[in-house]
């Protein structure tokens, strides 16, 4: 009988062992990975956005596993991925609705159509913007909870409005491979060229 108690036991311990690092897998193949930034940045832009969107719904299930009060509904994503959508669609059909000949007075004739696709563009553009802040700090501060658990710096709130989620997925990178307290340069240096080829543009224009 003890012999029997015994190996049952064990097998209970071995199945609980078996049962933790199952979890623990998974946990580990939930959570946000590490992405190449300049890849998500050309399908980003290459999809006028469109990806931005699928990033976001594919990494809600990841943020929402790192055991922080705050979710991120996949919703929300998803809600932006119709707005990105009919944008598109009515950027493609505008220039439909002008034939050649309206070219030159377009301002002063546009057709009831055109301005429903003016306004509709507009408010597409408006919603965009603030959809995808919306997303970005509300990454940010989930990514922030499972830092400061860590007793690490919170991301920037500066850098996370510039470069909204290419900077969030360099912060995943950072933290994927345990650099959380290391300068933040790759930030500044792009924000930096950026400034310089705005301000270089400018000074060509007034030239």
């Known amino acids: 009988m003890a ?22 897998f998974m946990a580990m193949m ?15 832009t290459i999809t006028l956005g469109i990806y931005t969107c699928v990033w976001y719904i594919k990494r809600a299930q990841e943020l929402n596993n790192l055991g922080v009060p705050k979710k991120l509904a996949k919703r929300v994503p998803k809600t932006l991925l119709i707005i990105n959508i009919i944008t598109l669609a009515a950027i493609i059909l505008f220039p439909l609705t002008i034939s050649p000949e309206e070219m030159g007075s ?10 429903m696709i003016i306004i509709v563009l507009g408010a597409g553009i408006i919603l965009k913007i603030i959809f995808s802040l919306y997303l970005a700090f509300k990454a940010r501060s989930i990514i922030n909870q499972a830092l400061d658990n860590k007793g690490e710096k919170p991301i920037s709130g500066f850098f996370t409005f510039i470069f909204t ?23 500044w240096i792009w924000f930096i060229i950026i400034l310089l080829v705005i301000i270089g543009y400018l000074i060509l224009g007034f030239m």
């Open 3 to 24: 012999l029997e108690k015994m190996g049952v036991e064990t097998i209970q311990e071995v199945s609980l062992q078996s049962r933790k690092i199952i979890k623990h």
């Open 106 to 115: 377009f301002y002063q004739n546009s057709t009831a159509m055109q301005t």
């Open 165 to 187: 989620h290419l900077y969030l997925q360099y912060e995943i990178n950072r933290i994927d491979e345990d650099k959380e307290s290391f300068p933040r340069r790759g930030p």
């Open 30 to 44: 939930w959570t946000p990975q590490k992405k190449n930034i300049f890849l998500l940045w050309i399908l980003s």
